[in-house]
């Protein structure tokens, strides 16, 4: 289990930036194509309220969309579901399982990870609710 942050919204805007804490406690959307890190580096990304490790570097694809995308989190208990019906659509929203922070939502239109596999989800997630660590700057144990 991961034990849980808790803070007051006035904690948090100490925290982020106004766009993240729109993004990330108001579960704002931020606009497509702005992702800064399309690195090809391994690493990880986490979350960037809490630093909680969210995606590797290896789920991640290039689905088109202009959000990063990730086939699966790094551990399944690191995110959490909620059903999203906002903007009259029923999504599944996806927050980071530490401190609550709205990541993205999941969808089920990936494309194989390879010829003729299932299908697969799709993590659709804010670049800005992500922060990207590479792995060389990783000391054993960092971020948890
Ligand atoms: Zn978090």
């Given at each position: 289990m991961i034990e849980k942050i808790r803070k007051t919204e006035?904690?948090?805007?100490?925290?982020?930036?106004p766009e993240q804490f729109r993004v990330m406690?108001?579960?704002?959307?931020?606009?497509?194509?702005?992702?800064?890190?399309?690195?090809?580096e391994d690493g990880t990304y986490q979350c960037a309220a809490c630093g909680l490790p969210l995606f590797r570097h290896e789920d991640k694809f290039d689905s088109g969309t202009g959000w990063p995308s990730y086939f699966e989190p790094i551990a399944p208990d690191h995110v959490e579901y909620f059903e999203d019906t906002s903007g009259g659509m029923t999504r599944e929203e996806v927050r980071c399982a530490r401190c609550g922070s709205h990541l993205g939502h999941v969808f089920e239109d990936a494309?194989?990870?390879e010829p003729g596999g299932p299908p697969?989800?799709?993590?659709?997630?804010n670049s800005i609710a992500?922060?990207?660590?590479?792995?060389?700057?990783?000391?054993?144990g960092d971020g948890e």
């Amino acid at each position: 289990m991961i034990e849980k942050i808790r803070k007051t919204e006035e904690e948090w805007k100490e925290i982020l930036t106004p766009e993240q804490f729109r993004v990330m406690r108001q579960h704002g959307t931020e606009a497509p194509f702005v992702c800064s890190w399309r690195k090809d580096e391994d690493g990880t990304y986490q979350c960037a309220a809490c630093g909680l490790p969210l995606f590797r570097h290896e789920d991640k694809f290039d689905s088109g969309t202009g959000w990063p995308s990730y086939f699966e989190p790094i551990a399944p208990d690191h995110v959490e579901y909620f059903e999203d019906t906002s903007g009259g659509m029923t999504r599944e929203e996806v927050r980071c399982a530490r401190c609550g922070s709205h990541l993205g939502h999941v969808f089920e239109d990936a494309p194989p990870r390879e010829p003729g596999g299932p299908p697969q989800k799709r993590y659709c997630i804010n670049s800005i609710a992500l922060k990207f660590v590479p792995e060389t700057d990783e000391g054993p144990g960092d971020g948890e």
